[in-house]
């Protein structure tokens, strides 16, 4: 769901959502366009490279969604698909309810920070 090249939105088939992976620059402004077209911020994880080396995951979704048990995925090298399905899976599952953070081992072209999103319609209020 999210697209490899970093900066470039995806559509979600069927959902109205829009995944990606950018820079928080990025992020701030899709974000603030999202919200005048009627969708809402349901999946995002920060992965910031510290100076120790480390990579720092702090992952914020739904909270059936991001569990200490769906972190245990997020490992050095699959750090960025087990992000994706965690987005994926974000889709339906309710508001952001729960944030987790992980240490992994960054590489050494990563990027010092990185937000992975899911901007979905905002669900219909019924009386």
Known sequence: MINRNAGQP????????????????AFFCLERLAMNRGLRVVFKGEHRRLASGALSHLIAGPGAVVTQ???TG????????????????ALGAGP?????EKATQAAQDQPPLLISWVLAPKAERRI
């Open 10 to 25: 995806t559509a979600i088939p069927g959902s109205g959502a829009l995944a990606g992976l950018t820079d928080n620059a």
């Open 96 to 100: 952001i309810s729960a944030r987790l």
């Open 74 to 89: 997020l490992t050095d090298r699959s750090w960025a698909s087990r992000t994706a399905r965690l987005a994926a899976a």
């Open 69 to 71: 048990a769906s972190l």
